[in-house]
């Protein structure tokens, strides 16, 4: 099992910042690739950005260029920094983890924390 225990959501103005971080614990694997979604009232969820072990990145669209993520192997941490937030930002942001067992994929996702862009 992994958990995983996000923080730093809340209420920010248009044109503002955030960090997000996601800690993991547990029967961490070696290899994995973790990151954010998140899913707005009414919309599908959508992904926001992943990071290979490797640090490969893989952004959604519509945050490249204002989001950035990185992770901190040593502590099992990923963080997600939104600059320049907009209104259409709004949405719960959910932690993802992924790992393959060699048998099949793991997927494990965080509780989820709001983010508000509004004035």
């Known amino acids: 099992q992994v958990q995983l225990v996000e923080s730093g959501g809340g209420l920010v103005q248009p044109g503002g910042s955030l960090r997000l971080s996601c800690a993991a614990s547990?029967?961490?694997?070696?290899?994995?690739?973790t990151g954010w979604y998140r899913q707005a009232p009414g919309k599908q969820r959508e992904l926001v950005a992943t990071?290979?072990?490797?640090?490969?990145?893989n952004y959604g669209d519509s945050v490249k260029g204002r989001f950035t993520l990185s992770r901190d192997n040593a502590k099992n941490t990923v963080y997600l920094q939104m600059n320049s937030l907009k209104p259409e930002d709004t949405a719960v942001y959910y932690c993802?983890?992924?790992?393959?067992?060699?048998?099949?994929?793991?997927?494990?996702w965080g509780q989820g924390t709001q983010v508000t862009v509004s004035s």
């Open positions: 990071i290979t072990s490797g640090g490969s990145t």
């Open positions: 993802n983890y992924n790992a393959n067992n060699g048998i099949m994929t793991l997927t494990y």
């Open positions: 547990g029967s961490i694997f070696r290899i994995y690739t």
